[in-house]
């Protein structure tokens, strides 16, 4: 059984279909020879973090500035009486309340 299995190896490496499986087993082999280029497609630089971070940062304070405007709105309602109002403020205020911790905070 053995010779028969050393004699099928050399058909199966000339179908079509085992290219791919030479080409899959020897990729390891290529990101060797690649080297840096291949590392720098795979992970992230520090710049490219801090922009993320920013991104994140710059939507949670427009959130926080929506929120505030909302809370200000239905304060004033509620200060009028409506009491839908009042709760749709403290909702606004405890999102805002949520959401303060993801922001930084500025020195002026």
């Known amino acids: 059984m053995s010779r028969f299995k050393l004699l099928l190896l050399p058909v199966l490496l000339v179908l079509p279909g085992c290219g791919v499986a030479m080409g899959i ?24 973090r801090d922009e993320k971070r920013g991104r994140e940062i710059r939507k949670r304070e427009e959130r926080l500035g929506e929120l505030e405007r909302a809370y200000r709105k239905q304060l004033a309602k509620c200060q009028r009486g409506d009491e839908g109002a009042c709760r749709k403020a403290d909702q606004a205020r405890a999102e805002m309340r949520a959401l303060m911790p993801g922001v930084p905070y500025e020195a002026r």
Do not use: I, N, R
């Open 25 to 48: 087993a020897s990729a390891p082999m290529q990101v060797v020879k690649t080297g840096g280029k291949v590392v720098d497609v795979m992970t992230t630089s520090q710049s490219e």
